[in-house]
Each structure stands twice: as C-alpha cells, then as structure tokens.
C-alpha cells in the first residue's frame, strides 16, 4: 500500500504563493493529484496529473493559478500556487492510486493526512 507525506503549507497573505510537495512510499502507479478540504467542507478534486504522459487536469476555480508537476524518479509530485486567496484556505492532501487505472480525478483511492493551508482574510 503506497503512503502519502505531504508537506509545505502554511498561512500566506491573499495574494501570495506557495509550494506543496507529496513523496510516495512506494510506485504511485505515475497517476498523482491534490485535493483539499476546506473547514466544514467535503474533499474535492483539484489537480492531477498522468506521469506518463504529461497531462494534466485542474477544476475551474484553481485553473491559472495552479501548477501540478510530478517527478517520476522520485515518486514525488508537487503544488505551485499562485495568488491565494481566502477562499483557498484547507487541507491539502495528495492522492495517488494503489493500483493503476485510468488516470482520472475520480479514480483515486489512497490520500495522505494532508498539510494546511492558510489565507486570512
């Protein structure tokens, strides 16, 4: 079973920048993504990322600001957040899958416990 460790959160002012990193324990299948989870709020899909052939796919709200990238030699994949706002505060967890499947946002099912993200208002 692959194992997630996410790190790199903090609280940032609106505006500002931030990079999220995740290393798999194991081979993530090449098949990565983030979610987050906002305070009383349910996990959603936010970017992610096929290894092997490059694409990639972000939900509207983080599109232009969001950058996922993914080294494969390394079994690490990465967050490059631009201009965050509050609306961006949550628990950000990466994801991978346990066994290789179509490299879709909804056909994840291992997550780490996340790193926090913060945008005060």
């Known amino acids: 079973q692959v194992r997630l460790a996410e790190s790199g959160g903090a609280s940032v002012p609106a505006g500002g920048s931030l990079n999220l990193s995740c290393v798999a324990s194991?081979?993530?299948?090449?098949?990565m993504g983030w979610f987050r989870q906002a305070p009383g709020g349910s996990r959603n899909g936010i970017a992610r990322i096929d290894g092997r052939t490059g694409d990639t796919w972000y939900v509207d709200i983080v599109k232009g600001r969001f950058t996922i990238s993914i080294d494969t030699a390394k079994n690490t994949v990465y967050l490059h957040m631009v201009n965050l706002q509050p609306a961006d505060t949550a628990m950000y967890s990466c994801a991978a899958q346990s066994r290789r499947d179509i490299c879709r946002i909804n056909k994840f099912d291992t997550w780490g416990k996340g790193t926090m993200v913060t945008v005060p208002s």
């Open positions: 194991a081979d993530s299948n090449l098949c």
